[in-house]
């Protein structure tokens, strides 16, 4: 196996003097792989996937991102988020830019291309998830399906070797959902490493090569989609599948 | 049991809305019984006091600049107080013989000033017309150059002496601002500490307090023979003291930025100056176009305290040309009433192109 893009080691994280919300989290996520990290609220998966581009930091333990090892260097929490695209529940779209202002701002400052490149690459993004004709309309614009598929086309114009979604469909009407599963799953047939914070048992199983489940920030059971859904192997894990699977 | 096809009923445009001058009457006027008690009690009021106005400010007014003509039995409002006056209320007590001098400058400032709010202005070349024209503006009051005689700028005063304090008071303060609504909410604690003590102190101490310090005290601490013109001290003063409220303003808009804006830049790689630049502050300026524009008339009409440290802008000024002269001085009145006109004209200017700005900023959040 070659190296892992992402490995936790004995990662702990308090928020406060007594809240620990990580506990010795161990982790190893291969190239390409793609894993849904599931569980009931507060168990700490949206506080896992932000410590990965230092949203959070960590206070024990060992986080390596694409052999950069997070701490307080900021040169090194950079380069790592030149790497890592994430998409929000909220979908944190700049509502005084357009679409495609939204989507060049970041490779014009920071990866130093030129606005028409940009504007290029952004079109190509915005064609992938299939958008291009609101380009110049202003996020508040569209509907939340809509302004998602542009925050996850924004995530992917820094062409990133990794995408965190948290959360990406928790916010959405049931009818668009879908239109933001399926790109999504267009985007992790691509090959691109994935973590998704999700509570889309649908997608984790046509998608996933492995299901995390957290409870009270620890990792209780690590699995394939099809043992975690058939023979979960903690009596927690078996809890929470009947309880969001139930009905 | 047959499945119903679902019809879509066709878009029809909505009814025209009831038009008529009854309808508006009835709605806006006399909708319900609050309404129209308002709407009577006003009207009275109306009809009690305006036909007097009227009489004392037009019919029964003396437009000639002729003090005894204004002082006869029955005479009411007398204008001829600004048409005997009105050189030295707008200008103070600048040299008589070289008047030409401020009128052109102040006529150049508010051309600039007239510029700077129209879109298709703003362009680098913009800043190097407020150069100039700054430029301009000293040379032609101070003068010592070009065949120009020396007027000291305690010789200054009027409606130039009020646009330069609030112009360069705004301009400069508002940059301060940024930097100070900034530093309040920095992470490093020395930044912050010396933040927040500037604007509690500024906040603590009446503008007045400021000015006096300015002029009288500041000269005190300056080591023998330095003289700093009092018009700096003062411009120094008024910009000091008004950036401190202005940064309170940007940092209410500051603080009502989503963390999630922060975070979404921040994944993006943006460093914290263009995180600022690009995502906080077009947002949350645009939020507190209302607030600023509040301190900017403020700052304006505050100019008028500069009055006590003896420089005389346009209320100043007003009360030299009268308080000296026993004929006119009767008819203050008149003269208050033509100054305000002129302060009204600029903060109304104002306020009408705040909601301009508001429209522009806004575009976004449109439907």
């Known amino acids: 196996m070659s190296e892992p893009i992402i490995t936790f080691e004995q990662v702990n994280k308090w928020y406060g003097p007594s809240f620990h919300v990580l506990r010795d989290i161990d982790l190893t996520v291969a190239r390409g792989e793609r894993i849904v990290i599931c569980g009931p609220s507060g168990s700490g998966k949206s506080t896992l996937i932000r410590c990965i581009n230092r949203l959070e930091e960590h206070q024990q333990g060992r986080l390596i991102v694409d052999g950069d090892e997070l701490g307080d260097d900021l040169k090194t929490i950079h380069a790592v988020r030149q790497k890592v695209g994430m998409v929000f529940q909220q979908f944190n779209l700049f509502p005084h830019l357009t679409v495609l202002e939204n989507l060049t701002l970041a490779p014009v400052q920071v990866g130093r291309l030129s606005q028409q490149e940009a504007v290029e690459r952004a079109m190509q993004q915005l064609e992938r998830v299939r958008i291009a004709e609101q380009a110049h309309k202003y996020p508040l614009q569209l509907s939340g399906g809509q302004q998602q598929r542009v925050a996850i086309a924004r995530a992917l114009c820094l062409t990133p070797k990794i995408m965190l979604f948290d959360e990406p469909t928790s916010a959405l009407d049931p009818e668009m959902i879908k239109e933001v599963l399926d790109v999504m799953t267009e985007l992790a047939n691509q090959g691109i490493t994935m973590l998704c914070v999700t509570h889309e048992m649908g997608f984790a199983r046509a998608v996933a090569d492995r299901v995390v489940f957290m409870d009270q920030g620890q990792i209780v059971e690590e699995n394939t989609p099809h043992e975690f859904f058939s023979h979960p192997q903690s009596e927690r894990s078996r809890d929470f599948l009947s309880k969001i699977l139930g009905h | 049991m047959k499945t119903k096809t679902f019809q879509l009923i066709p878009a029809r445009p909505a009814p025209p809305p009831p038009g008529g001058l009854l309808h508006w009457l009835r709605t806006h006027l006399f909708g319900n019984p609050l309404s129209a008690l308002t709407t009577l009690v006003l009207l009275a009021l109306l ?39 009105y050189r030295l209320i707008i200008l103070g007590r600048y040299p ?244 305000t006109l002129i302060y009204f004209g600029f903060c109304f200017a104002m306020s009408r192109y705040s909601l301009w700005v508001e429209q522009q900023v806004n575009r976004g959040r449109a439907r």
């Open chain 2, 96 to 339: 008589f013989d070289e008047q030409w001098r401020p009128v052109v400058a102040t006529t150049l400032m508010l051309a600039l000033l007239v510029a700077s709010c129209l879109r298709r202005c703003w362009r680098p070349w913009l800043a190097a017309l407020w150069l100039l024209v700054l430029a301009v503006f000293f040379t032609l009051m101070y003068g010592n150059v070009a065949g120009l005689s020396r007027v000291e700028t305690d010789r200054w005063g009027g409606l130039p002496l009020t646009l330069l304090l609030s112009t360069l008071s705004i301009a400069m303060a508002f940059p301060l601002a940024l930097g100070v609504a900034l530093g309040r909410r920095s992470e490093l604690p020395a930044i912050r500490a010396v933040c927040t003590v500037y604007v509690e102190l500024v906040r603590g101490v009446p503008l007045v307090t400021v000015l006096f310090m300015a002029s009288f005290m500041f000269p005190l601490f300056m080591p023998q023979g330095l003289t700093i013109d009092v018009l700096l001290r003062v411009l120094a003063g008024i910009t000091l003291f008004a950036a401190a409220y202005m940064a309170e303003v940007i940092r209410g808009g500051l603080q009502a930025i989503p963390r999630g804006q922060l975070e979404a830049a921040a994944t993006l790689g943006l460093g914290y100056w263009q995180t600022q630049r690009r995502v906080v502050l077009p947002q949350a300026l645009a939020m507190v176009v209302p607030g600023l524009m509040n301190n900017f008339i403020a700052i304006f009409k505050d100019t008028s305290l500069v009055t006590i440290v003896s420089l005389y802008e346009l209320t100043g000024a007003l009360g030299l040309a009268l308080n000296s002269d026993a004929d006119w001085r009767a008819f203050k009145l008149e003269g208050y009433l033509f100054i």
């Open chain 2, 47 to 85: 009809l009690s006091t305006l036909p007097g106005l009227i009489d004392w400010a037009v019919l029964r007014a003396q437009w000639r600049p002729d003090a005894e003509a204004c002082r006869a039995e029955g005479m009411g409002a007398c204008w001829g107080v600004v048409a005997e006056k």
